[in-house]
């Protein structure tokens, strides 16, 4: 018997749909269905726990969303160890590698233990004010230093290991994983990185300046950022799921977190899911294709 977690989207009315047709099929097989009391969704014979308990009170979770729920459900579970399994109700479905009419197969096989998992690099982001106590969050994407209300320029000192690396003058900074450098990373014109290599990825945003390349930076190492003295209204943003006001003097310490996202992955490679989803490497015309003018 397994406890199988579910983390549906925010617009739940795809995902309830899904979830009323794979919990009675769940406890047909003696396992135990658990939903979170936030989802406000509890078909009947589910058990319902708080979602900060979720990862403790599961064997597995199951995402029935898309990747910004991926990104909930790695806050939710990461850290206990639980492998997630995500089924795409969203758009683009980067993370969430598994289609709805596959959702039985896929938990079917996630249950047997035939499914592969992989492991996914996270940030530990730690975020310290002078009078405060650290705080501490995680991320499986990105931490992005950025402007909060006003559109203008932010100056950010980046050290790594504590040894100075530049000052950038731009829109803002983005540290992603390589699970992340598909993201808002990819967007601003950073590297992408095979989600099995450990390294962290140092993009600007709109730099004021030809020469501030984005680095890729190995994830033994730890990245440290710092406000220029005179800069208000900035945020750090973790996922985009937690926000904080950054102000000088204070300073944010990235590293490589000590757990792993477990992922179960579909048969796909990333080079099949980065053609298919983000249609790399595609040419638009036809001839090109073909050799043919």
Same mark, same amino acid.
Request: aromatic content about 6%; charged content about 15%; glycine content about 10%.
């Given at each position: 018997m397994s406890r199988v977690g579910f983390i549906l989207k925010p617009d739940k009315s795809e995902a309830g749909l899904l979830l009323e047709e794979l919990v009675p099929w769940l406890r047909e097989q003696?396992?135990?269905?658990?939903?979170?009391? *936030?989802?406000?969704?509890?078909?009947?014979?589910?058990?319902? =726990?708080?979602?900060?308990?979720?990862?403790? /009170?599961?064997?597995?979770?199951?995402?029935?969303?898309?990747?910004?729920?991926?990104?909930?459900?790695?806050?939710?579970?990461?850290?206990?160890?639980?492998?997630?399994?995500?089924?795409?109700?969203?758009?683009?479905? +980067?993370?969430?590698?598994f289609a709805p009419s596959r959702a039985k197969e896929a938990l079917g096989e996630a249950l047997a233990g035939t499914l592969v998992r992989t492991n996914r690099m996270r940030l530990a982001v730690t975020f310290r004010s002078k009078g405060a106590e650290?705080?501490?969050?995680?991320?499986?994407?990105?931490?992005?230093?950025?402007?909060?209300?006003?559109?203008?320029?932010? *100056?950010?000192?980046?050290?790594?290991?504590? *040894? +100075? =690396?530049?000052?950038?003058?731009?829109?803002?900074?983005?540290?992603?994983?390589?699970?992340?450098?598909? /993201?808002?990373?990819?967007?601003?014109?950073?590297?992408?990185?095979?989600?099995?290599?450990?390294?962290?990825?140092?993009?600007?945003?709109?730099?004021?300046?030809l020469t501030n390349r984005p680095l890729v930076i190995p994830a033994t190492n730890t990245i440290r950022l710092q406000l220029g003295a005179d800069m208000r209204g900035v945020l750090i943003t973790v996922d985009?799921?937690?926000?904080?006001?950054?102000?000088?003097?204070?300073?944010v310490d990235i590293a490589a977190a000590s757990s792993p996202l477990v992922m179960f992955a579909s048969k796909q490679s990333f080079f099949d899911v980065m053609r298919e989803k983000l249609h790399w490497g595609a040419r638009s015309d036809r001839r090109a294709r073909k050799g043919g003018t």
């Open positions: 003696g396992h135990v269905p658990v939903v979170t009391s *936030e989802d406000q969704i509890s078909p009947s014979g589910c058990e319902v =726990v708080p979602e900060d308990d979720l990862g403790a /009170a599961v064997d597995l979770a199951v995402v029935l969303g898309g990747d910004g729920t991926m990104l909930r459900a790695a806050r939710l579970v990461a850290d206990h160890g639980r492998p997630v399994l995500g089924i795409n109700l969203g758009q683009l479905g +980067f993370l969430a590698g650290p705080v501490v969050r995680y991320a499986l994407n990105d931490a992005v230093v950025h402007q909060g209300a006003m559109a203008r320029l932010v *100056e950010i000192d980046a050290f790594v290991d504590e *040894e +100075f =690396v530049a000052s950038y003058r731009a829109d803002g900074l983005i540290v992603a994983t390589p699970t992340g450098s598909t /993201a808002y990373n990819m967007a601003a014109g950073g590297p992408i990185v095979l989600p099995s290599h450990a390294a962290m990825t140092l993009t600007p945003i709109c730099a004021h300046a985009a799921q937690w926000a904080h006001s950054f102000l000088p003097g204070d300073t």
